[in-house]
T-cell receptor, first 113, second 111 residues
Framework: ETGVTQTPRHLVMGMTNKKSLKCEQH?????MYWYKQSAKKPLELMFV???????ENNSVPSRFSPECPNSSHLFLHLHTLQPEDSALYLC????????????FGPGTRLTVT | GNSVTQMEGPVTLSEEAFLTINCTYT??????LFWYVQYPGEGLQLLLK?????DKGSNKGFEATYRKETTSFHLEKGSVQVSDSAVYFC??????????FGKGNQVVVIP
């Protein structure tokens, strides 16, 4: 595997389900990010991790819970979501937090029914 | 604050036509500017970047010049191909590697 991978690529879940999105980067980077991409809206930064520590949480509802067990893996745990949470969730990584290029994964298309 | 504005609506053009996508920004300080491209079913890929005023970023025939006086970073390509059909996002960096994105423009190139 190369670059940034995300699984699953597609996910359909009910509002009472609990699921997790997984991101893995094979680039030796130290920073990882979760973004939400909704139709007709700019990409929204959700969380930033640097060296496995959360450095930013952009007022994201608590039904989204990130986890970064090591610098290569990032998870987004989901529970009791709402239909408006349906979106493409993108993971990205960068070498650090000093103006480094961000590399994106292909995203997970989430549909909440 | 820090924000990016892209022209509204999709762009449809014929193969070999000239492409321009407008991007203007509002920022505190001196951000780096980027164009990202998203092909169907894929994540965003960095297309080009410029880190200071008057810099020109270029890649795959695309160009954009960092214009501080007009706070703009318009994307251009002289002769588009069908394979250039994608969504293009303008972005700026601020703070510790945070990116602010525009809404994106869908480009459709017709053979």
């Amino acid at each position: 595997e190369t670059g940034v991978t995300q699984t699953p690529r597609h996910l359909v879940m009910g509002m009472t389900n609990k699921k997790s999105l997984k991101c893995e980067q094979h680039l030796g980077h130290n920073a990882m990010y979760w973004y939400k991409q909704s139709a007709k809206k700019p990409l929204e930064l959700m969380f930033v991790y640097s060296l496995e520590e959360r450095v930013e949480n952009n007022s994201v509802p608590s039904r989204f819970s990130p986890e970064c067990p090591n610098s290569s893996h990032l998870f987004l745990h989901l529970h009791t979501l709402q239909p408006e949470d349906s979106a493409l969730y993108l993971c990205a990584s960068s070498q650090g937090l000093r103006q480094y290029e961000q590399y994106f994964g292909p995203g997970t298309r989430l549909t909440v029914t | 604050g820090n924000s990016v504005t892209q022209m509204e609506g999709p762009v449809t053009l014929s193969e070999e036509a000239f492409l321009t996508i407008n991007c203007t920004y509002t920022a505190t300080g001196y951000p780096s500017l980027f164009w990202y491209v998203q092909y169907p079913g894929e994540g965003l890929q960095l297309l080009l970047k410029a880190t200071k005023a008057d810099d020109k970023g270029s890649n795959k025939g695309f160009e954009a010049t960092y214009r501080k006086e007009t706070t703009s970073f318009h994307l251009e390509k002289g002769s588009v191909q069908v394979s250039d059909s994608a969504v293009y996002f303008c972005a700026l960096s601020y703070g510790n590697n945070r990116l602010a994105f525009g809404k994106g423009n869908q480009v459709v190139v017709i053979p």
